[in-house]
Protein backbone atom coordinates (compact mmCIF):
# COMPACT_ATOMS: atom_id res chain seq x y z
CA UNK A 1 0.00 0.00 0.00
CA UNK A 2 1.27 3.48 -0.97
CA UNK A 3 1.45 5.77 2.18
CA UNK A 4 -0.26 9.72 1.69
CA UNK A 5 2.31 12.77 3.60
CA UNK A 6 0.64 14.81 5.62
CA UNK A 7 1.54 17.85 3.39
CA UNK A 8 -0.29 16.01 0.74
CA UNK A 9 -3.12 15.84 2.74
CA UNK A 10 -3.61 18.97 4.07
CA UNK A 11 -3.38 20.49 0.01
CA UNK A 12 0.81 21.79 0.91
CA UNK A 13 2.91 21.53 -2.01
CA UNK A 14 6.55 22.34 -2.14
CA UNK A 15 7.21 25.45 -4.17
CA UNK A 16 11.08 26.76 -3.86
CA UNK A 17 13.86 26.87 -1.79
CA UNK A 18 14.21 29.59 1.01
CA UNK A 19 15.55 29.83 4.03
CA UNK A 20 13.26 32.67 5.51
CA UNK A 21 10.89 31.10 8.06
CA UNK A 22 7.78 33.23 7.99
CA UNK A 23 5.07 33.73 5.14
CA UNK A 24 3.62 38.03 4.94
CA UNK A 25 0.26 38.86 3.57
CA UNK A 26 -0.83 42.12 2.20
CA UNK A 27 -3.66 43.32 4.90
CA UNK A 28 -5.38 44.75 1.82
CA UNK A 29 -5.46 41.51 -0.37
CA UNK A 30 -4.76 38.10 0.80
CA UNK A 31 -4.52 36.56 -2.13
CA UNK A 32 -0.96 38.83 -1.77
CA UNK A 33 1.67 36.32 -0.14
CA UNK A 34 5.41 37.12 0.44
CA UNK A 35 8.42 34.33 1.21
CA UNK A 36 11.36 34.21 1.45
CA UNK A 37 11.63 32.23 -1.76
CA UNK A 38 15.94 32.08 -2.85
CA UNK A 39 18.07 32.97 0.36
CA UNK A 40 17.98 36.50 0.77
CA UNK A 41 15.66 36.89 -2.11
CA UNK A 42 11.67 38.08 -1.58
CA UNK A 43 8.87 36.46 -3.81
CA UNK A 44 5.52 37.32 -4.15
CA UNK A 45 2.53 35.49 -5.08
CA UNK A 46 -0.94 36.81 -6.43
CA UNK A 47 -2.89 33.53 -6.68
CA UNK A 48 -2.62 31.97 -2.56
CA UNK A 49 0.70 30.92 -3.30
CA UNK A 50 0.36 29.35 -6.82
CA UNK A 51 3.04 31.08 -8.61
CA UNK A 52 6.01 33.46 -7.25
CA UNK A 53 7.65 36.46 -8.70
CA UNK A 54 10.74 37.82 -7.27
CA UNK A 55 9.94 41.16 -5.74
CA UNK A 56 13.48 42.06 -4.61
CA UNK A 57 16.43 41.98 -2.14
CA UNK A 58 16.29 43.33 0.64
CA UNK A 59 19.60 42.60 2.04
CA UNK A 60 19.08 39.70 4.99
CA UNK A 61 18.82 36.28 5.29
CA UNK A 62 16.82 33.77 6.66
CA UNK A 63 13.70 35.90 7.01
CA UNK A 64 11.79 35.70 9.85
CA UNK A 65 9.29 38.68 9.53
CA UNK A 66 7.74 40.25 6.50
CA UNK A 67 5.34 43.11 7.24
CA UNK A 68 2.91 44.88 4.48
CA UNK A 69 2.02 48.56 5.78
CA UNK A 70 -1.71 48.75 5.93
CA UNK A 71 -1.68 52.24 4.91
CA UNK A 72 0.79 51.95 2.04
CA UNK A 73 1.43 48.68 0.58
CA UNK A 74 4.18 50.07 -1.51
CA UNK A 75 5.84 49.93 1.76
CA UNK A 76 7.24 46.45 3.09
CA UNK A 77 9.84 45.39 5.87
CA UNK A 78 11.82 42.60 6.64
CA UNK A 79 13.73 41.72 9.50
CA UNK A 80 15.85 38.44 10.07
CA UNK A 81 17.48 36.76 12.63
CA UNK A 82 20.78 38.38 12.48
CA UNK A 83 22.06 41.84 12.94
CA UNK A 84 21.52 42.67 9.20
CA UNK A 85 19.25 45.30 10.42
CA UNK A 86 15.35 46.44 9.95
CA UNK A 87 15.07 46.92 6.40
CA UNK A 88 12.54 48.98 4.17
CA UNK A 89 11.21 49.53 0.69
CA UNK A 90 9.11 51.81 -0.30
CA UNK A 91 8.65 51.31 -3.31
CA UNK A 92 7.19 47.69 -3.25
CA UNK A 93 10.78 45.69 -3.06
CA UNK A 94 12.71 47.73 -5.88
CA UNK A 95 14.97 48.97 -3.11
CA UNK A 96 15.59 48.63 0.46
CA UNK A 97 17.31 50.93 3.42
CA UNK A 98 18.48 49.96 7.05
CA UNK A 99 16.08 51.31 9.06
CA UNK A 100 17.28 50.26 12.62
CA UNK A 101 21.47 48.80 11.98
CA UNK A 102 22.10 45.73 15.05
CA UNK A 103 18.62 44.79 15.04
CA UNK A 104 17.13 41.26 14.63
CA UNK A 105 14.34 38.55 15.51
CA UNK A 106 13.48 35.32 15.97
CA UNK A 107 9.87 35.77 15.65
CA UNK A 108 7.33 38.43 14.97
CA UNK A 109 8.24 41.68 17.27
CA UNK A 110 7.57 44.32 14.62
CA UNK A 111 4.23 46.15 14.86
CA UNK A 112 2.11 49.38 14.67
CA UNK A 113 -0.95 50.79 16.45
CA UNK A 114 -4.00 49.65 15.36
CA UNK A 115 -5.60 52.82 15.47
CA UNK A 116 -2.77 54.86 13.87
CA UNK A 117 -0.37 52.55 12.01
CA UNK A 118 1.93 55.35 11.01
CA UNK A 119 3.25 54.52 14.73
CA UNK A 120 5.15 51.79 14.62
CA UNK A 121 7.20 49.28 17.35
CA UNK A 122 9.67 47.08 16.90
CA UNK A 123 11.51 44.64 19.72
CA UNK A 124 15.10 44.00 19.20
CA UNK A 125 15.67 40.02 20.00
CA UNK A 126 19.52 41.30 20.53
CA UNK A 127 19.36 43.10 23.97
CA UNK A 128 15.44 43.76 24.43
CA UNK A 129 15.74 47.20 23.09
CA UNK A 130 12.19 49.16 22.25
CA UNK A 131 11.77 51.45 19.59
CA UNK A 132 9.45 53.64 17.88
CA UNK A 133 8.43 55.65 14.60
CA UNK A 134 6.01 58.27 14.38
CA UNK A 135 6.40 58.34 10.66
CA UNK A 136 5.67 54.96 9.14
CA UNK A 137 8.72 53.13 9.77
CA UNK A 138 11.39 56.11 8.10
CA UNK A 139 13.21 56.93 11.67
CA UNK A 140 13.14 54.87 14.64
CA UNK A 141 14.10 55.82 18.28
CA UNK A 142 14.90 53.69 21.07
CA UNK A 143 12.45 54.57 23.67
CA UNK A 144 12.86 52.00 26.41
CA UNK A 145 14.34 47.96 27.00
CA UNK A 146 12.75 45.06 27.98
CA UNK A 147 15.94 43.69 29.19
CA UNK A 148 15.81 40.11 27.51
CA UNK A 149 15.83 38.81 24.43
CA UNK A 150 12.25 40.20 22.60
CA UNK A 151 10.73 37.49 20.03
CA UNK A 152 6.61 38.83 19.76
CA UNK A 153 5.43 42.16 20.67
CA UNK A 154 1.99 43.72 20.37
CA UNK A 155 -0.09 46.58 20.89
CA UNK A 156 -2.99 45.95 22.94
CA UNK A 157 -5.88 47.77 20.51
CA UNK A 158 -8.23 48.96 23.37
CA UNK A 159 -5.83 50.46 25.32
CA UNK A 160 -2.85 51.68 22.87
CA UNK A 161 -0.16 52.74 25.94
CA UNK A 162 -0.78 48.59 26.56
CA UNK A 163 2.35 46.49 24.92
CA UNK A 164 3.16 42.92 25.69
CA UNK A 165 6.63 41.48 24.60
CA UNK A 166 7.19 37.87 25.15
CA UNK A 167 10.92 36.20 25.24
CA UNK A 168 12.53 32.96 24.21
CA UNK A 169 12.50 31.57 27.74
CA UNK A 170 8.48 32.08 27.85
CA UNK A 171 8.96 34.91 29.96
CA UNK A 172 6.00 37.93 28.93
CA UNK A 173 6.54 41.66 29.73
CA UNK A 174 4.36 44.28 29.67
CA UNK A 175 4.14 47.99 29.59
CA UNK A 176 1.34 50.23 29.79
CA UNK A 177 3.49 53.70 28.76
CA UNK A 178 3.78 52.63 25.26
CA UNK A 179 7.09 50.79 26.12
CA UNK A 180 9.20 53.13 27.98
CA UNK A 181 9.26 50.57 31.18
CA UNK A 182 8.22 47.78 31.15
CA UNK A 183 7.37 44.38 34.69
CA UNK A 184 7.46 40.41 33.61
CA UNK A 185 3.73 39.87 34.28
CA UNK A 186 4.45 35.63 33.58
CA UNK A 187 7.40 33.21 34.27
CA UNK A 188 9.42 31.88 31.80
CA UNK A 189 8.40 28.20 31.10
CA UNK A 190 10.77 27.52 28.48
CA UNK A 191 9.07 27.74 25.48
CA UNK A 192 9.80 30.21 23.36
CA UNK A 193 6.75 32.96 22.61
CA UNK A 194 7.32 34.12 19.09
CA UNK A 195 4.00 35.63 18.54
CA UNK A 196 1.71 37.64 20.61
CA UNK A 197 -2.12 37.89 19.42
CA UNK A 198 -5.03 39.81 21.16
CA UNK A 199 -8.40 38.53 20.99
CA UNK A 200 -10.55 42.06 19.95
Known amino acids: SSQVSFSQLCGWRFRFAGSGLTVGLNPLNPNSVYAEGEIGK????????????????????????????????????????????????????????????????????????????DTMYAGNFFGGGI???????????????????ICGLTVRPDSLNIMYAGSGTGRISKSTDFGAHWRFVKSASGFEIPRIEINR
Open 42 to 117: LYVSYNYGLTWNLLGIPGSRGIRQILVHPNDTLTIFCVAEDTAGLRRSTDYGATWTKVIANYGLDGEALTYDPLHP
Open 131 to 149: YRSLNRGAAWSLIGSVGIP
